[in-house]
């Protein structure tokens, strides 16, 4: 079992920054990776980071990539979303979520690849 709680979320002027946590339950939390999606209303869920077990590889949507910094500290059992630059459009839910499979060579991008889910958080960016 594992459990994610985001955290973070706000409203924030356009252009501002706002950094996202999500902490994880569970002891091998350092063996997941971990995902990043979003959802806006009246959208389907969007995939937004992906960071490895080590941390050692990251990938970004392209809308996002640039001003997103996905990190996490696996000490604190915590996956972090640095979002610098926002726009009106970055307005969602954003939701962490974790992928326990071990040995997956390619960074997952898709929701159903992950079986872990927090229950989100919202951001809102104002014009």
């Known amino acids: 079992q594992v459990q994610l709680v985001e955290s973070g979320g706000g409203l924030v002027q356009a252009g501002g920054s706002l950094r996202l946590s999500c902490a994880a339950s569970?002891?091998?939390?350092?063996?997941?990776?971990m995902g990043w999606f979003r959802q806006a209303p009246g959208k389907e869920r969007e995939f937004v980071a992906a960071?490895?077990?080590?941390?050692?590889?990251?990938y970004y949507a392209d809308s996002v990539k640039g001003r997103f910094t996905i990190s996490r500290d696996n000490a604190k059992n915590t996956v972090y979303l640095q979002m610098n630059s926002l726009k009106p459009e970055d307005t969602a839910v954003y939701c962490c979520?974790?992928?326990?499979?071990?040995?997956?060579?390619?960074?997952?991008?898709?929701?159903?690849?992950?079986?872990?889910w927090g229950q989100g958080t919202q951001v809102t960016v104002s014009s």
């Open positions: 569970g002891r091998t939390f350092s063996t997941y990776a």
């Open positions: 960071i490895s077990w080590s941390g050692g590889r990251v």
């Open positions: 979520a974790a992928d326990p499979r071990s040995g997956r060579l390619v960074l997952a991008t898709t929701p159903t690849l992950y079986d872990y």
